[in-house]
């Protein structure tokens, strides 16, 4: 009998602990790609912390494409690209796309989405439309979740006339991202934050990066409980520091991760 539980749990123990694995998928904000968490510094912290870098995923005619050998490490991340300039719902087909396939090539591991201003919108908008992913964790840093004056300016100006001279200052961006704009508005009633705010959110561990310094989004927009459907659910961290990316994120987000039950 004894030997047999020995056996036993030799056998289990020797099976592979894919639950207890983690993948976390990196989505990038307004204007940036996949590889802007690489070039401000996210990323090394990130690697210094038992984290394997899988490589960039690209949404091509060929299907999903990714530009490094699958990971072997028991904590990998991802980063994706998007058409970063278009309403979120189109950016949503590109990232559902890529999580589909992180879950086909890791089954069972826990899944983490890591969003940078409108990523992090994104991945909540994927969280709602698609609850059955079982996302264990969503972190949203400097992201916009109740809108911002920023792209409202930026929605009027794309509105007005002015957006007929902003290609000559090398503004194309003006009017390529019309919808977006509107869709990162405050709340009106109409746009799609009116919606996504008031939809049922999945259970999980939301944390809110709070930028305090940020430019362009308020702090009170950056935290998650102030949806009043994640009320008193989002974790709260802050940093000094203004809306874009930098390597102290890296740190901040890879003490986060430890931290994770």
């Known amino acids: 009998m004894l030997k047999k539980l020995i056996l036993t749990l030799v056998l289990l123990f020797s099976l592979p602990f894919n639950a207890f694995a983690d993948v976390l998928v990196l989505v990038p904000g307004y204007l940036n790609g996949g590889y802007s968490w690489r070039m401000q510094g996210i990323t090394q912290s990130l690697v210094a912390n038992g984290w394997s870098d899988g490589g960039n995923f690209i949404l091509g005619p060929n299907g999903v494409r990714l530009d490094l050998p699958p990971a072997a490490s028991k904590h990998r991340f991802y980063s994706v690209e998007l058409p970063g300039e278009a309403p979120l719902p189109i950016q949503a087909n590109y990232l559902n796309n890529y999580i589909d396939a992180v879950q086909a090539m890791h089954p069972g591991e826990k899944m983490i989405l890591a969003g940078h201003s409108a990523g992090g919108v994104l991945a909540r908008y994927i969280m709602v439309t698609r609850p059955t992913l079982n996302i264990d964790t969503l972190i949203t840093i400097a992201s916009p979740h109740s809108g911002t004056d920023a792209a409202e300016v930026a929605k ?62 308020d702090a009170g927009s950056q935290d998650m409980n102030n949806i009043p459907v994640l009320a008193g659910k989002s974790t709260v961290v802050t940093t000094n520091t203004g809306h874009s990316l930098n390597p102290a994120d890296g740190v901040l987000l890879a003490n986060v991760l430890a931290n994770l039950k």
């Open 156 to 217: 009027l100006i794309s509105d007005s006339p002015a957006s007929w001279i902003a290609p000559l200052f090398g503004l194309n961006t003006i009017n390529r991202s019309r919808d977006l704009y509107r869709d990162l508005g405050r709340p009106d009633g109409t746009n799609l934050l009116s919606w996504l705010n008031t939809r049922q959110h999945p259970k999980a561990n939301y944390i809110s990066v709070i930028h305090l310094n940020d430019e362009w989004v």
